[in-house]
């Protein structure tokens, strides 16, 4: 049996492993492998008991620094542990600096690279996330890409082999965790009928003083309550710019959520503002409108569906109706049984 090498260490991997990693089972030994990229417990412990991930096999704890030295420590990290265990392949996921990390220490070792979520790309090259598909995918040996956007993207970069469209793993997730969420109450506890789901994290909205003071501005013209389970990061930004009291009185600031609040969370809201990709993704299967808080979006095949809105930085949501009228064609694409697939893939061609 071929030993796999699994490499995460953000909250969207866990949701993305989920599934996956039941599958793997069929076919591979997986040896788990947690960088520690994100440290909070809400962020990363309880959502591996949430969604009954295994325990990892090796905890590298890469925690707080500049990107530079954590993703240094993570590739110091993952070569020992690659020395030590010997993987016929390695399973990479998304953009983060794990993603990163994993890709760079197994080509240093030679050890095959799978890229799951492969292909994904955003207009700016300076973008933290787009620098790391970009370098992940110049190195890796097979791309699962979530939709057929994503397969263009590495045609027209020159990569034609060993290319599969896999549709969007984080809609096998939502599948295994369905009866849960519909089993929480329709209006969570304590909140209004009608509100908006806010979630902000990206450095882009949240580093940025003007970005960041220009959406909770933008926010407040809702007419409706706006729920903002709030990341650590921006907490930090709130505070470091001091926009305490500059928050409009409509924003309700709460502690993170787990997995399945936040999907109960979502299911219950009029519409969701995030700059998030898996939170865009999650709420359009969910069958919710959502703005997004950037400039682009990278998911645009659900753009083209017209099931996302790209509004910037700075929006009106005061008097506005967002429908949810997504194109069923496009969407059946990207919304059916990834997991299998992939394995079935990954056994043929590593």
Known sequence: MKKAALVVGARPQFIKIAP????????FETILIHTGQHYDIVMSDNIFKELRLPRPDYHLSSGQGSPGKQTGR????????????????TVVVGDTNSTLAGAIASAKLRIPIV??????RSKDKFLPEQVNRVVTDSISDLFLCPDSIA???????????????????????????????LSRPANPSGLPEKYVLATLHR?????????FESILRSLGTSPHTVVFPIHPRSRK????????SRLPDNILICDPVGYIDLLSLITSAEYIVTDSGGVQRESAFLGKPVIIARNETEWRELENAGS?????YDFNLSGQVFAYAADGEILKHITRPSAVEMVNIINSEI
Do not use: W
Not at 80 to 87: A, L, N, Q, R, S
Not at 173 to 179: D, E, F
Not at 308 to 312: A, R, T
């Open 20 to 27: 996956l990693i039941i599958e793997m089972g069929r076919f």
């Open 115 to 120: 890229h799951l979520e492969a292909g994904v």
């Open 151 to 181: 397969v263009d993207n590495l045609k027209s970069e020159g990569k034609t082999e060993k290319v599969f469209n896999t549709g969007d793993i984080i809609y096998d997730c939502l599948r295994m965790h369905q009866k849960k969420i």
């Open 74 to 89: 993570m590739i110091e990290g993952l070569e020992t542990v690659f020395d030590f265990e010997k993987p016929d392949f």
């Open 237 to 244: 930004m709130i505070k470091g710019y001091s926009l305490e």
């Open 308 to 312: 996302i809105f790209v509004k910037g």
């Open 203 to 211: 450095a882009d909205a949240v580093d940025n003083e003007l970005n």
